[in-house]
């Protein structure tokens, strides 16, 4: 048996560390937290002193009692939980559920998964630092007391089912506002001047007017008094520059960056992230620090000198500029600044080249540029034409890496020819294009990201589940918004003549950015109208600083709830009793038929069209609205014309067609089968003709296009890309195949290929009581019966589980059965 016991959160991390320890210790996993608040209570002394009620969960039971039997075994238990916040939480309930005797207990942290900052850290012991215990506490139970308190207001005021947080509802409401600010803008007009020139060896450049004129007789007028006009060079200024590289990454930055160079989703980095870092390959992931310690400042300074040569290094330090950034941790780097490439899976991959490449760069040279502006004149008026160029004289941190924008409207100065002051230009053409100014951006998750770290709400652990949270709870979502057509005068000067067409552009299309849903909106208002302190951006922020000054030993963790709570739940209470419901509604005008009031709101199904109110005698007619559609923009017109579906067309092959709207977008009806419209058709517009002609597409989509051991095999297009249905089994087909042309070899293999899955994916297959265990993601496993299917935590041991024992789980899980009570 080992004499020392080392306690890590995750298995990944446990493998790692036990390739740079000797036969004297031993690594386990808690696989994260081991003890947490109840889930059906609120587990929170809110009439003491706060205390949380902490208890060990269903899953964690099996591991908390190997846990305790390899603890009592060994001589010295070594906590090596993360060291951040919710690490030394880990630690503390490790300590406590596995009752160690603090004599023979030590606290060690790293920032890196190498054999140095192991053995460091067994050679630098300490205790458990009940500070940060009490921060990560006050954080867990302030939230709890927020959420608990305030879902069941909505759930009476609102719509069952809904849910409120500290940080995500302020996030939410981030988002309602930017919505708003764009719905609200109105554009205005101007018109840009641009012209292309040429000089006297004929080499073109483009140049432009520093001003915009508001009208379009402005804009011609100025083109007229450019015709047979003579160009020269008036000014020409070159002047030396230089570009200073990115800081190496934090938390935040590193998000931001993987979403625009990656197009990573945010709990996407932070996930291949982890992995790297388990795997021993970059330093911890949870960080707002931008610092480099001295050694990995060595470790640059001597790989940038390898491949680049010496007059490319130049080690800096960074200061941040996050608010309550812990300047002690490191920035997110490689371990190893030799390793410039990793075999891991592609996307690991992709990512650790990003942070080698941004921490790499951050201890390069400058960058050296010769910026040249040059200044044209025209012989027959007094405005000046401007072309920038760049020239790079000497690459230095450019030659690795260059930090994105998330600036759509940014251009990149070129290059210019060679000219020289009183040269003579030839101008090719002048254009004056109607542009209009552009609202606020939506936001993406990565920008969403660095408002939030701007504000100074939420931590680096934070940030990729609050984002998870809203979308999952449907507040908002990554929206394709279409956009609208718009069209816009351009006037041309070319060979002595003025010129106007009209254009066209598509506006306000968006894809993958943010935007709110009817809920995430309506719930926001109520928020805000009633729990105005709560979504105060200034609070949210005081908030987390209280949480830092606790972490550094400055403030009582359950005197600041006391102070908290004490205005919170009395103003909770009033808004229980006396809010009134808010639904979102808006009346939209008057049915013409009946006379009766026409509004749009919030129902138990979601956002719907109403004529007629409830204290009416005859009942009201609803209709729901279309996915595309929201109740804070939906017109009369629009609304009216949801009561004209379902709309029948007629007949084909004996059977009823109908045109509807659904929940996932309008369809056509034809008997038993659905076939959806393509996006952008309006359902109204639909004829039996247009109908008949997606029937047969699908008809001929359905048929068969092989016969495999005497069952059909269909193709089709999904969610998740093409796939073919074969005996009700769904197969994905991948990119290697020629999807248009499947051979009969290439369905053989696909269907055998899933065959075979379907089998190794099979642990256990006790077919008379219908009963068995898969294989699940993520090193899971589950227990089907019929519908119904348990997930099994990653600690059970499937490889020995009897019918008995599958059984067992399968009742305890099992769906209570509500009571039915008889009427009197």
Known sequence: MAKNLVIVESPAKAKTIEKFLGKDFKVESSFGHIADLPSKELGVDVDGDFKPKYEVSKDKKAVVKKLKELAKKAEIVWLASDEDREGEAIAWHLAESLNLDKAKTKRIVFHEITKTAIQKAIQNPRGIDYDLVDAQQARRVLDRIVGYELSPVLWRKVKGGLSAGRVQSVSVRLIVEREREIQDFEPQASFRIDAEFSN?????????LPKNFNTKKEAEDFLKANISADFKVAELDKKPAKKSPAAPFTTSTLQQEASRKLYFSVSKTMTMAQRLYEAGLITYMRTDSVNLSDEARNGAKAAIESSYGSEYSEPRNYKGKAKGAQEAHEAIRPTDFSRQSVNVERDQARLYDLIWKRAIASQMTDAKLERTNVKISASKHDELFSANGEVITFDGFLKVYLEGTDDEDVEQDGMLPAMRVNETLLNNYITATERYTRPPARYTEASLVKKLEELGIGRPSTYAP????????????????????????????????????????????????????????????????????ILDYNFTAKVEEDF???????VDWSKMMKDFYKDFHPQVEDVQENADRESGERILGTDPK???????????????????????????MFASLSPDQQLNTITYEEAMDLFKLPKALGTYEGEEV???????????KFGKSFVSLPQGVDPLSVELDDAIILIKEKQKADAPIYMYQGLPVQKGKGRFGPFIKWNNMFINVNKQYDWDNLSDNDIITLIEDKIQKEKDKLIHNWEDAGIRVEKARWGRHHIIKGKTKVELAKTVDVSEMTLEEAQDILDKNAPKKKKTTKKK
Do not use: C
Not at 519 to 529: R, Y
Not at 658 to 666: D, T
């Open 200 to 208: 006297e060896e004929g080499q073109t450049f483009k140049a432009k």
């Open 466 to 533: 609050t984002i998870s949270t809203i979308q999952n709870r449907n507040y908002v979502e990554k929206g394709s918004v279409d956009g609208v057509e718009r069209n816009y005068s351009q006037i041309t000067l070319e060979n002595g003549q003025v010129q106007e067409k009209q254009l066209s552009e598509k506006v306000g299309s968006d894809k993958g950015k943010l935007v709110p849903t009817d809920i995430g909106m309506i719930v926001t208002d109520f928020l805000v109208n009633h729990f105005e302190q």
């Open 548 to 554: 830092d000054d606790i972490a550094d030993g400055k």
């Open 594 to 620: 009946t006379g009766r009031q026409v509004s749009v709101r919030l129902g138990k199904f979601g956002p719907m069209v109403q004529i007629g109110t409830a204290d009416e005698e005859e009942k009201p």
């Open 658 to 668: 109908e045109v509807n709207n659904g929940r996932f977008g309008p369809y056509v």
